[in-house]
């Protein structure tokens, strides 16, 4: 399986900062990258699909990319609303796997 | 606007069998665009991604339940349903059903999920 691996595990930040979240897969992955954000309690949401194709109802203050086994996501003007674990997950090779998420916290 | 309710036993024993069902409104099972499937996530081993359905009976497992899982549909009650055979304890975890854009990813409308703990 391929093992995605996610940096950092956790991150602080203050209202308005930009907070970047790195995915590494253990083998290139052609972009088949996707991100979730589960916000404390809830159900995992879909945020980015292939990459960087962000999902109709993510804000605009998200931002995605990536290439080979390197992929990122950034939110800039971080939001008390963005509070959460975001995770990537590999649809490259089957079965999909996910990283061990990135816990989002404010300052 | 679609909502997905998962339901099952909160507790089940080692060695016995986890059923839960998946209860679809808002949307159809029936429908070629999508696929159904369940993912569980454990503070042990984080998201896990386990089986998919199509309307038309196509199934996928994830390998590493080693035939243990079955998923099935029944399009006529809008209702999913995921089998796992001899759990132990390391099969606690919260089980969410999910709605698929494709055979076994981009899963884009989830349950809340519901927490299924092995013990005796």
């Known amino acids: 399986d391929i093992q995605m691996t996610q940096s950092p595990s956790s991150v602080s930040a203050s209202v308005g900062d930009r907070v970047t979240i790195t995915c590494r897969a253990s083998?290139?992955?052609?972009?088949?990258l996707a991100w979730y954000q589960q916000r404390p309690g809830k159900a995992p949401e879909l945020l980015v699909r292939a990459a960087s194709d962000l999902q109709s109802e993510v804000p605009s203050h998200f931002s995605a990319g990536g290439s080979g086994t390197d992929y990122t996501l950034t939110i800039r003007n971080l939001q008390p609303e963005d509070v959460a674990t975001y995770y990537c997950q590999q649809a490259y090779r089957f079965p999909p796997t996910f990283g061990q998420g990135t816990k989002v916290e404010i300052k | 606007q679609l909502q997905l309710q998962e339901s099952g036993p909160g507790v089940v024993k080692p060695s016995e069998t986890l059923s839960l069902t998946c209860s679809v409104s808002?949307?159809?099972?029936?429908?070629?665009?999508?696929?159904w499937g369940w993912i569980r996530q454990s503070p042990g081993k984080g998201l896990e991604w386990l089986a998919t359905?199509?309307?038309?009976?196509?199934?996928y497992y994830n390998p590493s339940l080693e035939g243990r899982v079955t998923i099935a549909a029944d399009t006529t009650k809008n209702v999913f349903s995921l089998r796992l055979t001899s759990v132990t304890a390391a099969d606690t975890a919260v089980y969410f059903c999910?709605?698929?854009?494709?055979?076994?990813?981009?899963?884009?409308?989830w349950g809340q999920g519901t927490l299924v703990i092995v013990s005796s």
């Open positions: 808002g949307g159809s099972l029936s429908s070629s665009r999508y696929y």
């Open positions: 083998q290139g992955i052609n972009n088949w």
């Open positions: 359905i199509y309307y038309a009976g196509n199934t």
């Open positions: 999910a709605r698929h854009l494709s055979s076994w990813y981009d899963p884009d409308s």
